[in-house]
């Protein structure tokens, strides 16, 4: 076996936690100065634990749940599910904090929150936050580390070998119009002699259209999809200095809509031609007035009273 091996196993064997009780007896000794032969070595050994800890503490970023294990250790589902023994039951701190039993026929003070509804609220987890993993859309850019990489010494302390982490995502938000814009400034040349144009050559990005597909979509899905009508749109971009005027706007959307307009001639001929057709045929009540329009049988028939009687009537 190698020496690390023997090492982590005399670790293991020496491996030492807080014991709640046995740390309250010996503080009870101390206080009346009684301290037995066995005391010492059990506070030379919480004595090492403190330095343990100052030290984790000291050299780098701890959890809180890396310092309860170390402090008492890890935690099993037995451990989780243990209850207090029927035979030592919690002590009042004085006896004008001691309320008398219940009665057997009351209920529990429906104010007062039930054991099992205390454990179901500690068992919830989450910070109301969203991890990094929902912003799927947001562009992604890498961060490297230019002046050391994985394997190199550490430049603190010149002993350790750096090894490589997992990134740490960080999100920052910036507000942009809801159409934007790029403008490409061509660089131009002319000859003095035949007034020939040389053009510099546009990205690929740049596409051949003035306005993107995404753009377009992004108008309709605000129009239709959000309800924001297209001068409220239109004002919105003229205030951040790009303007999109209403006219323009409808135009992209019509291209839009004809663009998709096959299909859905298409799926109006399927429909055309099916057999059974599913719609909603909930009963709507609706009041029905003289002389107004969807009128009622019994008012077309009505013996022309002053104020004839109000029906309904319930369509689907």
């Excluded at 982590?8 to 020496?14: I, L, V, Y």
């Amino acid at each position: 076996m190698s020496g690390r091996g023997m090492k982590k196993e005399g670790d293991r064997a020496t491996e030492f936690h807080v014991d709640e009780q046995e740390l309250q007896a010996l503080s009870q000794r101390v206080a009346d100065r009684r301290i037995e032969g066995k005391d010492w070595e059990t506070i030379h050994r919480y004595l090492l634990l403190f330095l343990k800890l100052s030290r984790v503490l000291q050299y780098g970023r701890v959890r809180m749940r890396k310092i309860a294990r170390m402090l008492f250790g890890k935690r099993t589902e037995k451990e989780r599910k243990k209850k207090d023994p029927p035979d030592n039951p919690p002590q009042p701190q004085s006896s004008a904090e001691a309320t008398p039993p219940a009665p057997a026929g009351k209920e529990q003070d429906a104010g007062l929150p039930s054991v099992g509804e205390t454990e179901s609220q500690e068992a919830k987890k989450g910070h109301g936050r969203r991890p990094a993993s929902d912003y799927q859309n947001a562009e992604t850019i890498v961060c490297p580390i230019c002046e050391n990489k994985a394997g190199d010494l550490c430049p603190a302390c010149g002993k350790g070998r750096l090894r490589q982490l997992p990134a740490e995502v960080v999100i920052r938000f910036k507000g942009n119009p809801p159409i934007t814009a790029e403008r490409y400034e061509r660089e131009r040349l002319r000859c003095d002699t035949c007034g020939q144009v040389y053009k510099a050559e546009l990205p690929e990005k740049a596409g051949d259209e003035k306005y993107d597909a995404s753009a377009k979509t992004s108008i309709v899905m605000s129009k239709y999809g959000s309800g924001v009508p297209f001068y409220r749109l239109g004002m919105q971009q003229a205030q951040q200095l790009i303007p999109l005027p209403p006219g323009t706007q409808w135009e992209l959307a019509e291209e839009v809509a004809d663009s998709i307009l096959p299909g859905y001639l298409e799926l109006e001929r399927q429909a055309a031609g099916s057999e059974l057709l599913f719609i909603d045929d909930t009963p709507v009540e609706r009041m029905t007035v003289p002389g107004g329009v969807g009128q009622s049988p019994a008012f077309k028939e009505h013996d022309g009273n002053v104020n004839p009687p109000v029906t309904r009537s319930d369509d689907s």
